[in-house]
């Protein structure tokens, strides 16, 4: 059956997730509790106590289905929004929701356009539907919407804003946002994904085109502030019409119970978010603090993690796994002297600060030169 395969599909690289830390626990004969993740920009907390008491909850009633519609969950959601029900669709993940666009409006001679250092996913999707990626240069590692704008062609049917942008933690402002939708065109669904949104002070507003009935879909997750990455559960938010497209693409019971219970006593839970915000804020600022001290290059973020340059970002990186900490490798994103270091508790955080400090003062890293570790 392999030559009947789509050419497209086999040609497609799978994403690489950061390493668990049960793998390399495995790799280096290391006690996985002596190991400290920062590679995934997850939530050091945890999930909200009051998201652990209903998905304990919710496991007594694992033997019946889930709530196909994910009636309470987007509703709750809406409500918290000012939106409605119908302007609600629920993800595993919103990576889901991009695969949705994907099935709704991707196929082969489509084109998508992204900024070039943006999330992979976007690529992959794009090419798993047999569309054409078209990467938009991003000077300064922000996205350049008027050059993005410039990219669209009759062939474009998505493009993908990522605000905070993963895995440059950037932001692009309301006054750029909007001068970009007042010449868009109506034939090309834009996708603003908002994974990193409850870590901002001053979010842009682009729900605001949602309610206007515009072709923008905004995806937001569970999977960070909410610290419910291991269940899958985000959403998408579009007007009606545009929803109920992507709603007719998606598996019955996408969204499983449990997670749907965690995510909608999460969503209530606002001094657990404040806590994280608080954290965050902290550990941010102390490792740009440290990296400046070290003269490494970064990139200020406006997310729960720093990109930072290092020299050999896949040497720093095997590096630091032999001392049981996991960062992420960014050769993958075109940027192999970076590593992206996402914020921890502040014991975690100042234990990377040292190891990176170690490192430095072996001459393992410096500024802007490719330094192999041994």
Not at 285 to 293: D, K, R, T
């Amino acid at each position: 059956m392999l030559p009947a395969a789509h050419k497209h599909v086999l040609d497609l690289v799978a994403y690489e997730p950061g390493k668990p830390v049960e793998e390399l626990a495995r790799e280096m004969g290391l006690a996985p509790g002596d190991i400290i993740k920062l590679a995934s920009n997850e939530n050091p907390l945890g999930p909200s106590p009051k998201a652990l008491a209903a998905m304990r909850d919710a496991l007594e009633r694992a033997h019946f289905y889930p709530d196909g519609g994910g009636w309470a969950l987007r509703g709750a959601i809406a409500d918290q929004l000012g939106l409605d029900r119908a302007n609600v669709i629920l993800g595993n993940g919103s990576n889901e929701i991009i695969e949705f666009l994907g099935h709704a409006f991707l196929a082969p001679g489509a084109e998508v356009v992204t900024a070039r250092h943006a999330f992979a996913v976007y690529t992959l999707m794009a090419q798993l539907f047999g569309a054409t990626t078209v990467e938009v240069d991003d000077p300064g590692y922000i996205h350049d919407l008027e050059a993005m704008l410039a990219a669209i062609t009759p062939r474009t049917r998505q493009v993908f804003i990522a605000n905070p942008n993963n895995p440059t933690g950037t932001l692009v402002g309301q006054a750029e946002i909007d001068a970009f939708m007042d010449r868009v065109p109506d034939h090309v669904v834009v996708v603003f994904d908002e994974a990193y949104y409850e870590f901002l002070d001053t979010p842009p507003d682009v729900l605001k085109y949602v309610r206007a009935g515009r072709n923008v879909v905004v995806m937001r997750t569970f999977s960070k502030i909410q610290g419910l990455a291991a269940l899958r559960i985000g959403y998408g938010l579009a007007p009606a019409h545009l929803a109920q497209v992507l709603q007719k693409t998606r598996q019955p019971f996408n969204a499983n119970a449990i997670a749907q219970a965690g995510a909608a006593a999460g969503l209530a839970d606002t001094e657990h978010m404040r806590l994280t915000r608080e954290l965050t804020l902290e550990g941010r600022n102390y490792l740009q603090a440290e990296f400046a001290a070290l003269g490494l290059e970064f990139i200020p973020s406006h997310a729960n993690f720093v990109l930072v340059r290092v020299g050999d970002g896949d040497a720093v990186f095997q590096a630091l796994l032999r001392q049981g900490i996991i960062v992420r490798a960014m050769r993958s994103y075109k940027l192999p002297e970076w590593i992206r270091v996402s914020v921890g508790t502040m014991e975690q955080n100042r234990r990377f600060a040292a190891a990176l400090r170690a490192l430095a003062a072996d001459g393992a890293l410096t500024r802007g030169e490719l330094v192999p570790v041994a």
